[in-house]
């Protein structure tokens, strides 16, 4: 493979979608509570040259079960169409460690992870003593994470951290203590996986928090740094909003969305 430059592909790789929720369920403060509001569920894959990241892993097919979220297909599948096989992951991104975004680590066995310390804390302190605040994580997947550093694969950062050149980390809270983003070089810009700063557009955008949330403040500060971060607005890719199929171009299956060159129309209003 080609030589690294600083200037990365991005895809979207959607495995599961529900759709089975309303907007009560998306946004703290609307008028429009009980229509319906589909969520999309994404890992995302980041290539320049010879280097490949993943960013979060999704959740396996017990975790699906256990929590009656089926699941459309393994995250380590969801990779086929790149070539790769889960053993080919040797770094990944984890955006915090909800469920969604970290119940695949024991399917990238080999992987380095990157993880805000904020997060670990987090996960492994007293504020899961609350069934609440509990309720987004599973206990297996943090033993995951904590397995790894015990391995030497997990690398914590405090903040704002470089991982690759053109790939930079920023802890952003609110959703989750140690949620980060994750900003990228690409063709067009500086690009922000949000992940679940902003689930939807509209989160960032009308400034509506989403329920699930542990700092408010930082929620709605965040909003503000993930606009700060990325060349333009259009180039923030929130973590759940279907809208990411729908005006980005159709990657190498139907799963998948290549974003790095921008998306092709106009974000909904």
């Known amino acids: 493979m080609s030589a690294t430059t600083g200037t990365w592909e ?62 459309r297909i393994d995250p380590g599948e969801a990779l086929a169409p790149f070539d790769l096989k889960p053993d080919d992951i040797d770094e990944v991104i984890v955006t915090h460690l909800h469920y969604d975004h970290a119940g695949g680590l024991a399917l990238f066995p080999k ?30 997947h943090i033993c995951e994470a904590v397995l790894r550093l015990y391995q030497g694969k997990l690398t914590f950062h405090d903040g704002d951290a470089e991982i690759a050149d053109g790939v930079t980390v920023h802890c952003i809270g609110g959703h989750s203590r140690g949620l980060q983003a994750v900003r990228v070089r690409t063709q067009v810009g500086w690009m922000v996986l949000a992940s679940d700063a902003a689930h939807y557009y ?12 542990v700092d408010l403040q930082n929620m709605m500060d965040g909003f503000d740094t993930l606009q700060r971060l990325a060349s333009r607005p259009e180039l923030i890719i929130p973590g759940h909003d279907p809208i990411v199929g729908q005006i980005f171009p159709m990657g190498l299956a139907a799963h998948v969305r290549r974003l790095d060159a921008g998306p092709i129309s106009e974000i909904p209003k």
């Not at 990157?114 to 987004?136: I, K, V």
């Not at 509209?202 to 949330?213: D, H, L, S, W």
């Open 111 to 140: 992987a380095h992870l990157h993880l805000q310390a904020a997060e670990m804390a987090f996960a492994t302190g007293p504020c899961m003593c609350h069934d609440t605040l509990r309720a987004p994580f599973t206990a297996g």
């Open 202 to 213: 509209e989160n960032f955008m009308a400034r509506k928090p989403f329920p699930i949330v």
């Open 10 to 71: 991005v895809h979207a790789i959607k495995y599961a979608d529900r759709n089975a929720r309303t907007r009560a369920d998306s946004f703290i403060f609307d008028d429009n509570h009980d229509a319906p509001h589909a969520m999309d569920y994404f890992m995302w894959l980041l290539r320049d040259g010879a280097r490949t990241i993943l960013v979060d892993t999704g959740y396996d097919h017990a975790e699906a079960k256990l929590r009656g979220r089926p699941i």
